[in-house]
């Protein structure tokens, strides 16, 4: 399968790694982005050609599957222009940034007649995660009630903005619970506490989202991202007879100097290494077989519209509706 990829930041060049080096029947066959340097450097791990636009390289007759990495609000035009091309994309999350251009992609997608776009929700590949989709799939806890997630990074750049707790951090939780649980989102309402004194003062952190399902289950989400300690992410769903809880990722337990410790992951690539890994294996996998069989566009709208209302929630105070259509037989 010969992939082209759209923009070579950090998540592109880790990709391009992936898919050059540990992803069985992939091969990079061209790269593009802003940064002509960037994209030249980019290429020269996996031997391939830098196309000058985006376009360019949608277009190209020898890419065959495109990635987007490329920056978040960019991200809807260039998988419409994959779609418009017949050609399957894996674009990273968001899917987009404003729900409207999601109803655009849904609509060119469905018109076209054949799913062509993955969502790169890598949480849906994560060992610990598929342990529990089992247990609540085959009713080892009764119906789920409740759940609890917290989503804690040790420190944010000056960048980093009130916004981004829910469209660039809680959005994971948004698309891994809505898979876990089955059902769409009704409501979100984001609660704030005390901010931390080692934020930048124009951030408000922690966040509190309290979100409610369809069917009346009640999730919160803290999401601390200047929690100083290390990458922690936890998850709890508590049934009526039962819970189950996402495992620590694997360390050894040392015991010395009087205590017993072990060792917490620092960042998100260390402890999603393998799901990473796994994602981009299962999509280049049914792409030889059919067509994407992941997180679909339907999955990255709906995210993009709770986490929408959970931006309003936050800046209002009120508890927001989520508005999601039905959802289109297309997608069933």
């Known amino acids: 399968m010969k992939i082209g990829l759209i923009g070579t930041g950090w998540i592109g060049e880790e990709h391009v790694r992936r898919l050059a080096g540990s992803v069985a029947g992939a091969e990079v066959t061209a790269v593009s982005d802003i940064d002509p340097e960037r994209a030249a450097a980019v290429a020269s791990l ?8 985006a376009e360019e390289l949608i277009a190209d007759p020898e890419v065959q599957a495109v990635v987007v990495t490329s920056w978040g609000p960019a991200h809807a035009e260039q998988v419409l222009a994959c779609i418009a091309a017949g050609k399957p994309v894996f674009c990273e999350k968001p899917l987009t940034t404003e729900a409207a251009d999601g109803l655009r992609i849904l609509e060119a997608e469905q018109a076209h007649g ?45 960048s980093y903005h009130s916004d981004k707790p829910m469209v660039d951090t809680a959005v994971h939780e948004v698309d891994v619970l809505r898979w876990l649980l089955g059902e769409e989102f009704a409501s979100v309402q984001v609660v ?61 337990l040392v015991r010395a100097a009087g205590r017993a ?12 290494a393998d799901a990473f890994d796994t994602e981009l294996q299962e999509w280049v996998d049914s792409l030889r077989s059919g067509e994407p069989a992941g997180p679909s566009a339907w999955d990255g709208y709906a995210a993009t519209v709770v986490t929408n209302a959970a931006v309003e929630a936050r800046r209002t105070g009120a508890v927001v509706p989520v508005d999601l259509p039905e959802r289109p037989a297309f997608y069933k």
Request: with cysteine.
């Open 46 to 53: 996996a031997g391939a050609r830098v196309i000058g636009s």
């Open 114 to 158: 054949k799913r062509l776009v993955q969502v790169g929700f890598m949480r849906r590949y994560d060992a610990g995660y598929r342990a529990i989709k089992a247990v609540l799939d085959e009713g080892g806890i009764g119906a789920p009630l409740m759940a609890h997630c917290a989503h804690r990074n040790p420190t944010q750049p000056e």
């Open 192 to 252: 704030v506490p005390r901010s931390t004194s080692k934020r930048f003062p124009h951030l408000v952190d922690p966040q509190i989202l309290l979100l409610e399902t369809a069917s009346g289950a009640r999730v919160d989400v803290e999401v601390f991202v200047n929690c100083q300690y290390g990458y922690d992410i936890q998850c709890e769903i508590v049934g009526e007879t039962g819970a189950v809880r996402l495992p620590d990722p694997a360390a050894p």
């Open 261 to 272: 410790s072990y060792e917490i992951v620092q960042d998100f690539p260390s402890r999603f």
